[in-house]
């Protein structure tokens, strides 16, 4: 009777090695090697614990990286140190895989260092097996990320110095130091007895994986032989009497964990996102204006000045008219104080860019915006000044220019933040591009403050009163 | 009986069976197979089918481990 036999995990023809002979039944591994183990351990798990058919088993970059001629599941071969983010996604989009992230040293602690500690930081329901061999073997034995101090490699011939290339990453225990995994564990295959806690290491992770309960991983301290530059038994005895000093076999967490959900969103319709971003527009437009061509509007100051929420009520008021509209913010660093300026497309039809470099109307807050983007505006263009902040008279003769001193009349009102406002509802009468009703409409639902309705709306008609008198 | 079958041509020699095995019932043969290794064989009535033998092979095919029958 077979008692121990070639998993069924495996593919029984390798098509990795099919052109040689023995054809398809060896893998590409140096004699030794640690991977062949674990890939055997992790196969017969999936066949034993009936997982084989939910699995997707993310290869990574490095001498696993042809996981997918061996292991006959689901295979995704990620980019190098990717993994964990690619099986971020098969977990969140797929609710019954089994997600298994095979990585090494080179992979998971050097190259995809921010991936291994963000997934394992967001307990990402997956199991990480880390084969740490301290070296890269597959490029020919290069200090890793894991390189044991004094040890020599390719790279660091006179052995690895603290003061030079800084010391081993103990993954396992970084992994302790975050919230997430329910479950660290390291092991070592520097014995049968160390390999046999390996399979059991390797069953609960999967057993976690598959019953969906979290982050899982186990590092398994596994030799490099050919790297190392040793046989295949004295690399095993290196292990035990060096490697595993550094790093301490042990369980580091095996937390009793709830299965956890699979982080997606709830779905929304339209008007739950509608109501969610604040949108204001109504869903069905008043009125169905139309434009003869794209109207590019370049609404600028400094920030504080209201340029952006002048924008985004343009905006708003555009898609109340049944138009089509983008609204593209452009600020420095600072929240207040600093350049700002708001660029709103307006159309007929949809909007091919959002960018406004040759503006058919600039409403300039002050000085340095006119400054900025008067030798922009398309000739025939509107131009609008702040007169309030601008004593200079803008200099183009090709443009239509209204000035208003909108800084003091919506002083005069009692609110000089609401100048922008005045500015806007001035653009609006004197453009004709929208209505002053609709912007009267889009105001009570775009203000965040109730408190500050009446005195915008006051606003508007201050705006109706100036122009009038113009 | 308990016994080691061994697919010579996919061994690579790295003698971990044989360091592995409690009743050494593995050892390195002399004959030089298709992989260019003194494959591993096995000669014992001694076998447990235990199958330390088979967990610490790096290589999925080389050793099936038999329980019982001759």
């Known amino acids: 009777m ?24 060896t893998t590409h591994y140096c004699p030794g090697c640690g991977h062949g183990t674990v890939h055997k351990l992790i196969a017969e798990a999936l066949v034993d614990m009936g997982l084989q058919d939910r699995t997707i088993f993310l290869s990574p970059v490095g001498c696993a990286v042809f996981g ?15 993994a964990p983010a690619v099986g971020t996604g098969v977990a969140r989009s797929l609710d019954d895989a089994v997600v298994i992230s095979y990585q090494g040293d080179g992979d998971l602690a050097g190259i995809g260092t921010a991936e291994i500690v963000h997934a394992a930081n967001r307990n990402e329901n997956m199991a990480v097996f880390f084969v740490n061999n301290a070296i890269y ?16 490699t390719t790279t660091s011939p006179l052995g690895r110095k603290s003061e030079r290339e800084g010391g081993p990453i103990h993954m396992a225990e970084v992994m302790s130091a975050l919230e997430g995994p329910i479950y660290i564990e390291r092991c070592t295959l520097s014995s049968p007895a160390g390999v046999m806690k390996t399979r059991k290491a390797v069953r609960k992770a999967l057993t976690n994986q598959s019953e969906k309960r979290g982050f899982s991983f186990v590092e398994i301290l596994s030799p490099c032989p050919v790297g190392w ?14 490697m595993e000093s550094v790093f301490p076999v042990k369980r580091f967490r095996d937390e009793e964990a709830a299965p956890k959900g699979n982080g997606r969103l709830p779905f929304l319709d339209d008007g739950a996102l509608r109501d969610l971003v604040g949108a204001v527009a109504n869903e069905v437009p008043t009125k169905v204006s139309t434009l003869s061509q794209d109207l590019g509007v370049k609404i600028a100051g400094f920030g504080g000045q209201g340029v952006m929420s002048a924008g985004i009520l343009l905006a708003n008021a555009a898609i109340h008219e049944g138009l089509h509209t983008t609204w593209l913010p452009s600020y420095g660093p600072e929240m207040r104080g600093g350049k700002a300026n708001a660029s709103v497309v307006l159309s007929s039809d949809a909007v091919g860019s959002p960018v406004v470099d040759v503006p058919q109307a600039l409403l300039a807050m002050n000085g340095p915006s006119l400054d900025a983007f008067e030798n922009h505006v398309v000739p025939g263009g509107l131009v609008m000044v702040n007169s ?9 003769r090709d443009v239509r220019v209204f000035e208003a001193p909108v ?27 929208i209505g002053i009703q609709t912007l009267k409409e889009i105001i009570p639902k775009s203000m965040k403050n109730k408190d500050l309705v009446e005195i915008n709306l006051r606003l508007v008609d201050v705006a109706e009163e100036f122009h009038g008198r113009e | 009986m308990n016994h080691v079958v061994v697919s010579t041509d996919l061994c690579k020699a790295c003698r971990l069976c044989v360091e592995a ?35 610490v092979c ?6 099936t481990v038999m329980k019982g029958t001759a």
């Open chain 1, 2 to 25: 077979v008692k121990h036999a070639k998993p069924k995990g495996f593919y029984d023809v390798f098509e990795r090695k099919s052109q040689d002979f023995p054809a398809g039944e």
């Open chain 1, 68 to 82: 997918y001629y061996y292991f006959d599941t689901g295979n995704i071969q990620c980019a190098h140190g990717r």
């Open chain 1, 137 to 152: 073997g597959m490029t020919g034995g290069q200090m890793a990320p894991t390189t044991l101090l004094g040890q020599s």
């Open chain 1, 229 to 242: 530059k040793m046989t295949p038994v004295q690399s095993r005895s290196w292990m035990a009497s060096s």
């Open chain 1, 388 to 396: 309030s902040l601008i004593s200079r008279k803008v200099e183009r």
């Open chain 1, 407 to 433: 800084s003091d009349l919506a002083a005069e009102a009692g609110f000089l933040k609401g100048a922008n406002i005045v500015m806007l509802a001035l653009f609006a009468l004197e453009s004709g591009v």
């Open chain 2, 21 to 55: 095995c409690p009743k050494h019932c593995l050892e390195l043969g002399s004959a030089i197979n298709a992989l260019g290794h003194q494959a591993v064989r096995f000669d014992s009535q001694e076998c447990t089918a235990c199958g330390m033998c088979f967990y």
């Open chain 2, 58 to 63: 790096p290589e999925p095919g080389t050793l």
